[in-house]
Nanobody, 129 residues
Framework: QVQLVESGGGSVQAGGSLRLSCAAS??????????MGWFRQAPGKEREGVAA????????HYADSVKDRWTVSQDNSKTFMYLQMNSLKPEDTAMYYC????????????????????WGQGTQVTVSS
């Protein structure tokens, strides 16, 4: 099954930047037919989708809260996904998770797939004011 490992989290001041990485391995299905996404969960809040990329076409999707600030991308081998986070805000503080779901991002992509997706262990992002 697919294994995902996130890295790149940390602490930063408001207005700063971080780049998260998600390393994927163990694909048993067509690597060009996954919706790869980033979700986050802050204490006391539900997990929410913030960005996604379809491995086939490279099409990207963003939550309104991060649009124009962040960029999701993948490498040519489809084994790495990145989230470039600029202009970070204190409200971006959360645990960030990488998820892979078979098929396109028309699920819709922002709906938590729960056990229907492969999840990483998460990486913490803390933004101070």
């Amino acid at each position: 099954q697919v294994q995902l490992v996130e890295s790149g989290g940390g602490s930063v001041q408001a207005g700063g930047s971080l780049r998260l990485s998600c390393a994927a391995s163990g694909y048993t299905y067509r690597v060009y037919d996954y919706c790869m996404g980033w979700f986050r969960q802050a204490p006391g809040k539900e997990r929410e989708g913030v960005a996604a990329v379809y491995t086939g076409s490279g099409s990207t999707h963003y939550a309104d809260s991060v649009k124009d600030r962040w960029t999701v991308s993948q490498d040519n081998s489809k084994t790495f996904m990145y989230l470039q986070m600029n202009s970070l805000k204190p409200e971006d503080t959360a645990m960030y998770y990488c998820v892979a779901v078979k098929g396109t991002c028309g699920g819709p992509w922002w709906r938590d797939p729960g056990a229907g997706g492969y999840w990483g262990q998460g990486t913490q992002v803390t933004v101070s004011s």
